[in-house]
Every structure is written in C-alpha cells, then in structure tokens.
C-alpha cells in the first residue's frame, strides 16, 4: 500500500491556497523592504476634530497588512486540515497533518479551555493575566503549553509506544503503513520509522515527556540553590559575598560538558561522588522552606512549628526518595544517571541565578521597606525571603523561563552526546543523535524531535519576553 | 538669523493648546485649553501639584511628545511661526539652538561615557558648523560663566566625577552653549539641595540677564518661582487656573486652587498650633476622572452647585492688572479678603521629661581602601562628631543640614541599625548606644520608630496595607490573635484618617500621601514614644504635605510622642518644630529653640541656610547669601572648623583660628548653643536674614 499523503482529501482545496499564502507573504515582504528604501513612511494616526483616531494609510501599511493577511490565511488552513482530520473518517482522508491534528485532540481541548478562561478573567490574574494582553506572550505561552499538554496526554497522543520495533518499518517514509497491524493497533507511523524500526511520531510525543519531566525540575532546584545562596551574599556582603561570588565564578568558568563526561565516569560514579553533590545541593530546598517559615511565623510558634514539621517530612522524605534512594516506603527513586543529569544541571545553573539573585538584592535592600523591617527588628531572614525576595520575582520569572530553555538545549546536548539518559530513551537531543547518522539519506527521523526542540526553546524565549515586557508596563 | 535678530514680538505664543496621550485603554487629555506667552527677557514661571501637566506643556513645545502623545488642538508659535508646520529637520536645528531645555535629572542629559568638554564642544560643532578648537574656546568661556571652579580641569572631567550641582551647572552650560533665545527649566533643581538650589537659581537668573534669554520655569514650589520669574501661570489638572504678574498672583490671587495653594504652605510667622496649615481637601481628579464644569469644584469651598458644575469654564481677564486672568466663575463675587476660616484653635502639647539624651555622640566609619584585602590603609569617615542634645517628651526637635551632614547616620545609631564608635544615647535611663536593634528588647524597638522619606519605597509593593501594618503588630507582641491584631490594625488606620477598605490594598493602589500615612500608622503600631521622620513630606505635593504634616502634629499631641523631625526644608521646620539643631559635616553647629535659631545671632552656616530658603511671600525681604563650592567631604573634612571653606565671617576671626582648631560649643543663651569662634559683639552684630516688610 503507499504511504498516505501529507495533507490527504482536502489538499487539493487547501494546497493552493496555502501556496498563494506563502507567496503574497514573500512578495509583501520585499515590497515592504523596497518601499523602506525608497523612503515611504508608514501612515500617520491622524486626531480627528472630534477626539478619534484614524489612520491615513500609505503602501506600506498595505504591504504590511497583505503580510498579516497571508499569515492568517495559512494558520487558518492549518485549522482547518486539523479539523479536517478530526471530522473525516478514514486516514487517507485524513492526511498526514489531519491525523497528527486528530492524535493531538486531548491536547487541542485543554489549550482551548486554558485560555478561554484565562482571556475572561485575565484582569483578576496578575501577570499571568497581563500575558493575555501581549501578542507575543500568547504565542510563547501557547507553545510552551502545547508541549506540556503533549507531555501529560503523551499516552492518549502517541500511536505506537517509545520502544516498540517493528523492523520491517524501519526507515519507512512518513505515513507508511504497518505490515500486518494487530487489532487496534494504529495502521500507520505517522511520521514514519527509524533506524531501528521504531514509530517517530510516538518518539518524539513521548521525548516532550521525557524532557519535561527533568528540566523545569532540574531548574527549579538550581533556582532554590541560588537563591538560597544568592540573597545573603547579596544582603550581607562582606567576605560571605567575596567567597560565595568567587565559587560561583569558578564553577562558571568549568566548562560545562567536560563536567559531564566526569560526572558519568564510572570510576567517579563509584566513587559516589554524585550522589555526595546531590545530597548537598537537594538538601537546599528544604533549608530554603524551613527558613521561609520559621521568619515568617516566629511570633506564632504553634502555626510555624506545623509548617515546618511539614516541610521537615515532606522534604525529607523526597530528599531520602531522589538524593539516597532510600525511601523507606519506596515510592520515590531516581534512576542513576537521571540523578547525575539533574545534578550536572543544578550544579552549573545555580551560580549564574546567584548572581541575578545578589544583583537584585543589593538593588532591593537599599529600598524604605528593607529600613523599615530592619527599624522594627526584623531578623535578616524574613527582610530577605518576605521583603526582598517577593519584589524581585519578576526578573526571576523571566529567567526562569530562559533557563528552562537552556536546560531543555543542554539535556538535548548531553543526550546527543550519549551521556546521561539511557540510551533508549526517548528524549528528543538523543533521537536527534541517532537520526544524524542517517541524515542525508532518510532526515525524517531526525527532524521532528529537532523541530520540537526549536518550538518548545522558542515558545519560552517568547513567553520571557511577553513577562518581561508586560512586567514593566503598568 | 538676520530676520529673528529683527523680530520683536513674544518669543513664545502657546494658544489653547490641548495635548493628550492615547494608551491601549483610552485617551488621556493631560493639557486642555493651555495659553501663555513668554516676551523676550521674560522668565514665566510654570507651577501646580505632579501630574498637572506642566512638563507635558514643555514637552509640546519641544515637539517631543512620544508616540502615543499628540497635540489635539491648539498652536505653538515661537517668534511667531507654528511648530506644528515646520519640517522634522527645521525642528531639530530649532532645538539644538533656539530652544534648550534643562531637565531635573541632571545624568539624565549628560553622556557617561564623555569628557565633559567634548560633550560642550559638540552643540556648535554640530549646529553652527564651527571649528572644534573654537567651540573648546567657548565651552571653557561657558564653564566660566555657570561659575565653576578651575574649568580646565572640569573640562577634562567626566560626568560622574562632578557632584549633583555641578552637573546641573554643566547642563546648564551645555545649554547656553548655543545661545538660546527660550530656555525651559523642568523642575531643574529639585534633586539638589537648598544651599545649592539657591547658587544655582542665582545662576539662571543672572544667565537671564546677561544673555536675555526668555524662560519657562517649571516648579511645585511658589517660592523659588517669587525668586525667578515675572510672570507665573498657575495649573491645576491639566488646565490653566490662573495667570499674570508675579505680584498680581501672590497679593491678589483671583482662583480658589491659587488661594488654597497658598494657604497649604507655611509661611514665616506662622504657627503652627494659632494658624495651622489649611489642607486641600480631597484628592487630584485622575485626567479621565475629571468633574464636569470646573476641575477644582470637588475640592473648592466656593463651589456653587448648578453653575460650577454646568459646563467648560475659559479664562476671564481681571479687570484693572496686566495680563491677569483666571478660570473661575465666581472670582468676581467672592471675599478675597476674608481670612480663612480655621478649623479648632490647637492646644499646644504641654513638653514633658527628657526621654531621650544623647552626649557626645560619636560615629565614625572605617572604609577600607580596597575591599577585597582590607587592612593596609584605612580611611576614617567622621560622620558623627560629638553630638549633644535632648528630647522631651511631645517636643519636636527638628534636625536640618545638607545631605551628607550625618542626619541619617544619627537617625541609625538612634534606631540601632549602627553602634556608636563612642559616647552615650540614653533612652530614659537606659543606654543604648551600644545595643544593636537585635539585642534590644521589643519596648525599646517599638518605642523608637521611624517615618521615611520616599513614599514610593516605604511601603513593600507586594504585600497588602493591613498585613504590613500586622506584621508590625506580631513584632511588637500586641494582640494575642490574628483577630485582634486585625481589629488594631484597622484602628490605626482610622488614626491616621484612611478608610478601612485600604487594609486590603496593594500599595500601589495607593497615593503617595496615602502611603505615607501607612507608613506612619506603621511606625505609631507599638505605641512608639520617639519618631524619628526622615523627611516625611519633601516628596509629597504642597497640598497633601500640608495633611501629613497636621496628621503627625495631632497624633504628636494625643499621643505626647516626642518627634526628631529631619528636614532641609526650613519654611516647614520653622512651622512645627519646638526646637532645631542644625547639622553641619556632622557637627552640630547650632541648638536652640526655634525662635533662638531663626533670628540673630546666627552661626554663619544657619544664616545662609536660612537665606537660601525660597518664601512664598512678596512681603518678605531677604538676605542673599550664597555659599561658594560644595559641601567638603566626610572622607576629608577640613582643618579646624567645619564650615570654614564657605565661610563668610571668617575674617572677623583674629588670626588662623579658624582653619586650626575646632570651634568650642558656645552657650548664647538658655538654650542656645553655636559652634563659632566669632566674638560676642560681631555676632551681635548680625542682621536677620528674612525681614518682613512693614505695610
Ligand atoms: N555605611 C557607610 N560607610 C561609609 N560612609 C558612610 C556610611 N553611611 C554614611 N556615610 C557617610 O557619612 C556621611 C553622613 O551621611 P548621612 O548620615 O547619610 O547624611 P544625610 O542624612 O544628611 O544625608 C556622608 O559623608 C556619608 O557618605
Ligand atoms: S468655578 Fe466654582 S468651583 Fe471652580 S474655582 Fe470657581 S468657585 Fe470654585
Ligand atoms: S568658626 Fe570661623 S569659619 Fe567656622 S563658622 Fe565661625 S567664623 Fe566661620
Ligand atoms: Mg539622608
């Protein structure tokens, strides 16, 4: 049987006219770039007598507005190949891109609900509501959301599993169907097979997974490391800060992959030299909230000594779980090498969020308020994690975003360098990897976990962005 | 340039200019109906509260709106041609060389990253086309002009190596430098402090003169306008109430807001518990919130329901003055005359016992020369030198001096932020110099409180009212629940005259009065017996100081809490404190009560301090005294007595004394202390600074 096509039955409605998109898109383009040089301006708002606005075009707001137009016309063929694929019966119908649309369904609903609701009471919600007003926030945040839900509904998306091998599909093209499907089984790998034999698509659904199980974690840790560490340097100053800052220089200055390659070593693996890293670095966190609570409530013994029984037994136990892997209800585990990746992570990413953390705070504490605590007899702990730290949230929100990203390229990296996850593993940088040997010949194993990767960095650059920009304005 | 040469009409003919900016949301009108004109040599002084729309005004006319801002309506001529009509490229040479304008920030208009000769040398090189070794001629010329010391070397300078008064003295400079005919001034010395206000004024006003440039004075402050301008327009809410003559204004003021304006501020000789300050009532109408009818009807006592409020109100002439005009229905029917009618005469708080003593305060700040590997050569900043006073209990000492005067570094000795290098600070009879706020025990904290400045950054932006003022609460032990503590905090908010519903607002919802009643229900939430005020109102409008001000008095006199009141500003000083000390390089210079320190004898620095004092009052005549240089530094003070590099009695001192050995504390009267060596009789000699004209 041939493979089934990309866009199947409506493609020939929609092909064109996505075609003539991509074309008044480019033409609007460079006459827009040739209209700037030749010096025409975009029109003026012009202030009616009457207090309107209105705006007295010039070609080059046509221009611009043929591009807008084209944009749109695409993404609503787009829309419609996927409602398409939703709709119509069989896969040849379908096409490739109706029946990834139709696999992402689960996905499609959550976004819709995600931000019908977040549009109605985008005024109630702060920053996150303010993101609604920003064009560029929306796009980040929709793609950022698209590959979580994808992670969440990974089991509902895929067709086939991560590490099924169907050898006779391997290398097959994208939309080939299976040799002999069992039944139920989906009849085709949507995005084709690898070298191995194994379903693409599926791979890269379960990759998102993969990948955002450890990186948003791993981040967060390396923000609780910094900030622990980062808000006395800042506030005190003195030798605290000039030893802390010079560890944190030296561990910047290590070069990062070569950290790597040690940290998997076997000999230092046995050593146990990791797991001594991660018992300090996780045992940041629970410092972090023991601390939190205890200069919040001191004056209320009975409520603080509740929150921090809590803390000491939540953390605890995940810190015996994740550092030890000894959780004595055995619950809570992490596999070895996903131990050493998210400490190589924490490890290089804390010391840059120490230094945004004590160049915040050494902004902050100069501020009335921080007099004020300290003039009412406020202990350094409370002015630094109630006074300070709260108002320093947005440039840490924004880096936060970023650093995701980073880790998400760096988790990418390591696994294309075969280090730290198994090698079976899913996770977009190692199917990258072994698609690359291959890539002249077959590219499209190696493709759709690259494009993933791209959309997904990008979609948080922009929702940085959006923060950022949103954040200044008032 | 041989037709402007020739031309002799206004320089600067504003007429019913309407500006506003349009945001996401919708149009903000921040200038409505705005007319003015500047005649050449003329100085127009522009005033009214933050937000009123002067800088917009100024901004319109240096067509420099923005993107979102837009001139709805109206003309700007300026000698006689409308700016809206000229080209992008007439424009900019028109504002690099007609129409200069000085900002408040003075970094604001200087380049980090150039030598300060370079920076000047560039506006004619550009404008004019003149060759760079002529255009270092005139910068150097010009440096000379604005009276800066030892211009080569300033010329060679960076930015950053000046102090804040010299930059506004190069900004200046750098404004001259292609001879304007209109210069406009944005609240151009507002970041400084009054002694170097006071030089700088005399600079512009003398600069006027001399190259018989018009103005446009921008300013909050009446008094420093009484000292520079012809001509003041008064703004309220983005229109012009009232306009005309200097004398005209002040004397025969024909607005309801102009009068309130006047009697919101203090004036010499007034006091505080006869005639207090008169508030305005109620808020400043957001530009989208404005009344129907007149902007200033919610707040006016004259307001006249059916007519006030009917429709727009335009500019009446008044008949008999030059140029004087105002916008209010009703100017001619009112009784300018009559006095105010006051609210309930204040008893005045009966001063109790010494509860705080301070002797020979010393503190002293070692700073490393380098940081890092500290040791080798220290350096001693003396920002404490023996310091003694007292306070009593509901007494208002006021401190004033300069910045850098070490008024801030006593406030954190006070409060335990800092300990003393030497001497004792007695808390009844407790001495606390030593104990850092740490070790004290929850009285002493919360018996010594503290009030700041900025009332943008007193209050944490991310934590509601009422839990701020909670967590005080929990600090200070008071109140066995949340509930309790609730109910007390909603008292003081009731104490210091907000509405309950504030408990659950985000500080930023909040004006910046408002938030500084916060921070003083804050500071009074245990019961404090001592406040320090670190310039409670300097950041406020005229018209909301005038409500703090009386807040803090009333809760001072129920609550017989003995108020350390830090200022520079000596119009407000002379109001409400009982007593003043006067701080120089951490010195104190002179003690005494408030009558002792305003009238002679003075110490030569209170006597220039108190003439650079601008008064709102036509009737007044003043002293000018202007103090060369700046203010020495703490690192490296000088020789003997502190203030004997800007002295202007030096000479009356026989030999060297001066710059050899530190004046002895002098007792002039019960009561009154000077750090002076100057002889009985010369200092008998001394004139007062500030008379007020015999009618
Ligand atoms: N922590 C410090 N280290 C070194 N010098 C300081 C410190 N704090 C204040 N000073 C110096 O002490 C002097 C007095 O400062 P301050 O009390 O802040 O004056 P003011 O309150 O009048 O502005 C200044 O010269 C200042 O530079
Ligand atoms: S017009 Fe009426 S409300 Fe307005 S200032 Fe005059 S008297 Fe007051
Ligand atoms: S001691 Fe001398 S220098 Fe100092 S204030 Fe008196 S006269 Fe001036
Ligand atoms: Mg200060």
Redesign the interface.
């Known amino acids: 049987m041939d493979p089934i096509t990309w866009t199947g039955s409506l493609g020939p409605f929609l092909n064109p006219l996505m075609l003539a998109a991509i074309a008044v898109f480019v033409l609007g383009f460079f006459a827009q770039l040739v209209l700037n040089f030749a010096g025409v301006q975009p029109g003026e708002?012009q202030?009616n007598p009457d207090?309107t606005?209105s705006v007295a075009r010039s070609p080059n707001d046509y221009a611009l507005m043929a591009m807008k137009y084209a944009v749109l016309l695409f993404l609503a063929c787009v829309a419609v190949f996927i409602v398409g694929g939703i709709v119509q019966p069989s896969l040849e119908q379908k096409g490739i891109i109706g029946a990834m649309g139709q696999r992402f369904l689960p996905v499609w609903i959550a976004m819709i609900l995600i931000f019908a609701l977040s549009v109605t009471f985008k005024r109630r919600l702060g920053l996150y509501g303010k993101l609604f007003?920003s064009p560029i926030g929306m796009v980040g945040f929709f793609l950022v959301m698209f590959w979580m839900l994808t992670a969440i509904f990974a089991g509902l998306v895929a067709t086939h599993g991560a590490i099924d091998v169907v050898s006779q599909m391997r290398n097959e093209v994208p939309g080939s169907f299976m040799p002999d499907p069992d039944e139920g089984e989906y009849l085709v790998y949507l995005l084709g097979g690898d070298n191995l034999g194994r379903d693409v698509f599926s791979r890269m659904v379960f990759g998102a997974r993969e990948v955002l199980k450890i990186a948003p974690a791993a981040t967060l840790f390396a923000f609780m490391v910094g900030i622990t560490l980062g808000l006395p340097a800042g506030y005190f100053g003195g030798k605290l800060d000039?030893v802390l800052t010079f560890i944190a220089n030296l561990v910047l200055a290590f070069p990062v992959i070569l950290l790597f390659y040690l940290l998997v070593t076997p000999e230092i693996v046995a050593s146990g030299i990791p797991t001594y890293m991660a018992a300090v670095l996780f045992l940041f966190p629970i410092i972090f909230f023991v601390i939190l609570f205890n200069s919040r409530f001191f004056?209320?013994p009975f409520t603080r000594n509740i929150y921090i029984f809590l803390t000491v037994l939540i953390g605890g136990w995940l810190y015996l779980g994740l550092a030890w892997n000894s959780d004595p209800l055995g619950i809570i585990s992490m596999p070895g090498n996903i131990l050493i990746v998210f400490v190589s992570v924490v490890f290089v990413n804390s010391p840059t969020v120490f230094r945004i953390v004590r160049g915040i705070v050494l902004d902050i504490k100069t501020?009335?308020?921080v007099?004020?605590g300290?003039?009412?007899?406020?202990?350094p702990w409370y002015i630094m994690l109630?006074?300070i730290l709260?108002?320093a949230?947005g440039p840490l929100i924004v880096d936060f975003c970023l650093r995701i990203g980073y880790t998400t390229i760096l988790l990418g990296t390591l696994g294309f360098f075969g280090l730290g996850v198994s090698p079976e593993s899913p996770d977009w940088g190692s199917t990258i990897n072994e698609g690359r040997r291959l890539l002249t010949i077959y590219p499209h194993p190696a493709l759709p976990p690259a494009i993933a990767l791209m959309t997904m960095v990008l979609g948080l650059n922009l929702l940085a962005d959006g923060l950022r920009e949103e954040s200044l304005r008032? | 340039m041989a037709e402007d040469t020739a031309y002799d009409g206004p320089i600067l003919e504003i007429d019913k200019l309407s500006i506003s900016f349009f945001t996401r949301l919708r149009e903000i009108p921040a200038v409505m109906d705005f007319s003015a004109n500047v005649m050449p040599g003329e100085a127009l002084g522009l005033v009214g509260e933050s937000g009123c729309g002067k800088s917009t005004v100024a901004l319109g006319v240096m067509q420099d709106l923005g993107v979102n801002g837009k001139i709805v309506g109206g003309t700007i001529k300026f000698k006689g041609r409308d700016l809206s009509e000229m080209s992008p490229e007439e424009l900019r040479d028109i504002r690099g060389s007609q129409i200069a304008m000085i900002y408040q920030e003075p970094m604001a208009s200087l380049n980090p990253a150039m030598k300060i000769g370079k920076q000047l040398a560039e506006v004619p090189v550009i404008h004019e086309g003149i060759s760079e070794e002529e255009a270092m001629k005139r910068a150097r010329q010009v440096v000379e002009d604005v009276k800066l010391p030892d211009p080569d070397r300033i010329l060679k300078a960076y930015p950053h190596q000046l102090s804040g008064g010299q930059q506004q003295r190069i900004v200046i400079a750098m404004a001259l430098m292609s001879k304007p005919s209109l210069l406009i001034l944005d609240e151009p010395t507002t970041a400084l402090d009054v002694t170097v206000e006071a030089a700088i004024v005399e600079l512009v006003k003398d600069l006027g003169k001399k190259y018989g440039t018009s103005m446009l004075f921008i300013s909050h402050n009446l008094g420093l306008v009484l000292e520079t301008c012809d001509r003041i327009c008064v703004m309220y809410s983005g229109e012009a109430v009232e306009r005309g003559s200097i004398e005209d204004v002040f004397d025969e003021m024909k607005h309801p807001y102009t009068q309130a304006l006047f009697r919101s501020i203090p004036l010499p000789g007034a006091d505080k518990n006869a005639s207090p300050l008169i508030a305005i009532p109620g808020n400043f109408p957001l530009p989208h919130e404005r009344p129907n009818g007149c902007n200033f009807g919610p707040r006016c006592d004259y307001f006249e329901a059916g007519r006030c409020d009917a429709g727009p109100i335009s500019m009446a002439q008044v008949e008999g003055n030059d140029r004087h005009a105002t916008r209010c229905l009703r100017f001619q029917e009112i009784d300018w005359s009559a006095p105010p009618t006051l609210a309930d005469k204040k008893e005045k708080g009966v001063i109790g016992d010494t509860v705080l003593k301070v002797d020979n305060l010393k503190k002293y700040y070692e700073v490393a020369a380098n940081s890092m590997f500290g040791g080798a050569d220290k350096k001693v900043v003396k920002a404490n030198e023996t310091i003694s006073f007292e306070a009593r209990e509901s007494e208002t000492l006021a401190i004033v001096g300069e910045s850098g005067c070490g008024k801030s570094t006593l406030a954190k000795v006070l409060m335990g932020l800092e300990t003393a290098t030497e001497g004792q600070v007695m808390l009844d009879n407790l001495s606390i110099e030593s104990t850092e706020i740490q070790d004290r025990d929850t009285r002493t904290v919360s018996s010594i409180q503290m009030v700041f400045q900025n009332p943008f950054d007193t209050l944490n932006p991310s934590m509601t009212v009422g839990r701020q003022i909670i967590r005080a609460l929990e600090i200070f032990k008071i109140g066995n629940t949340e509930a309790e503590r609730r109910v007390r905090m909603l008292e003081l908010l009731d104490l210091v005259k907000l509405p309950r519903e504030f408990a659950d607002r985000m500080p930023r919802q909040l004006s910046g009065g408002q938030k500084q009643r916060v921070g003083i229900a804050r500071a009074f939430a245990g019961g404090a017996r001592i406040v320090v005020a670190d310039e409670p109102v300097s950041a406020l409008d005229v018209s909301v100081q005038a409500a703090v001000t009386d807040l803090l008095m009333e809760i001072q006199r129920n609550e017989k809490t003995t108020l350390l009141f830090i200022s520079h500003d000596l119009s407000i000083v002379r109001y409400l404190s009982d007593r003043v000390m006067v701080m120089y390089l951490g010195h104190v210079v002179e003690l005494g009560s408030t009558d002792q320190v305003f009238s002679p004898p003075y110490h030569p620095y209170t006597e220039a301090l108190l003439s650079a004092v601008p008064i709102a009052d036509t009737s007044v005549e003043k002293k000018h005294i202007v103090l060369e240089g700046d203010i020495p530094s703490a690192m490296n003070p000088p020789s003997g007595c502190p203030f004997q590099t800007r002295c202007r009695w030096k000479s009356e001192v026989p030999g060297n004394l001066c710059e050899t050995e530190v004046p002895p504390q002098r007792k002039m009267a019960a009561g009154h202390e000077i750090k002076c060596h100057l002889a009985d009789d010369i200092l008998a000699q001394m004139d007062p600074v500030i008379k007020i004209a015999a009618e």
Do not use: F, K, M, S
């Open positions: 708002v202030i207090h606005l007003d000039t004056t209320q501020r009335d308020y007099a004020a300290q003039t009412r007899g406020e202990g109630w006074e709260p108002n949230r008032d």
